[in-house]
């Protein structure tokens, strides 16, 4: 089961940042929070992931709360491109490796 | 370097048949999944390979689905006696494996339609 709340859409203006919200109020002290998105027929992207820090790579940023029940996603300036699906994944212990995608947050990109 | 494939990338098939899906991995990886997406949904996790052997195949929904990784590359995902219930996209990801669950690369996905 997903362990994540996301909200089902979003809109953003080309050039401008999105904030992409992820609740997850149940995770525990080992679990890592994954963001992935999915652009129309392609398969899912990794994005970035984070355990407790502030994360960053070329692509987005991920800002995890202090108590780690949410976490926000960043694309500091959105373009066509970044129009997707975008899943807030928590990775559960003791499960192996597989990820638990729920139905995401689909972000517009408008121009 | 060569991303995760699969093919074929479309499938129509009848009611009743059987089909096999394939996936080749990134080289080198050790770590295969398959999920399989419906129309508006998220990825479902199906089976997990580490190496030749299924680590946890918990997400196959019957015993009609079955996966292979005989040489602990490519993969097949096989389906007898198919219903129109298993319409969908199923995707092969790989990874480099680990305890933490290492970024995982997604292929294209095949699409199976059952009539």
């Known amino acids: 089961d997903a362990k994540t709340t996301q909200p089902t859409s979003m809109d953003c203006a080309e050039g401008r940042a999105a904030n992409l919200p992820c609740n997850h109020s149940t995770i525990s002290g080992n679990e890592y929070v994954y963001w992935y998105r999915q652009i129309h027929s392609q398969g899912p992207q990794y994005i970035i992931h984070?355990?407790?820090n502030n994360e960053t790579n070329e692509m987005a940023s991920l800002i995890i709360t202090e108590d780690r029940k949410s976490s926000t996603l960043i694309l500091p300036h959105a373009t066509l491109r970044d129009t997707a699906v975008y899943y807030c994944i928590v990775r559960p212990p003791n499960t192996g490796n597989q990820f638990y995608f729920g139905t995401g947050t689909s972000l517009t990109v408008i121009p | 370097g060569a991303g995760v494939s699969q093919t074929p990338s479309n499938k129509v098939t009848e009611k009743g048949k059987y089909v096999e899906l394939r996936c080749d991995p990134i080289s080198g990886h050790t770590a295969l999944y398959w999920y399989r997406q419906s129309l508006g949904q998220g990825p479902e996790f199906l089976i997990y390979f580490q190496g030749t052997g299924a680590a946890d195949d918990s997400g196959l929904p019957n015993d009609r689905f079955f996966a292979v990784r005989p040489e602990g590359s490519v993969s097949t995902l096989k389906i007898q006696r198919t219903e129109r219930g298993d319409s969908a996209v199923y995707l092969c990801?790989?990874?480099?494996?680990?305890?933490?669950?290492?970024?995982?690369?997604f292929g294209p996905g095949t699409r199976l339609t059952v009539l």
């Open positions: 984070g355990l407790k």
């Open positions: 990801a790989s990874s480099l494996g680990g305890p933490r669950g290492d970024e995982q690369f």
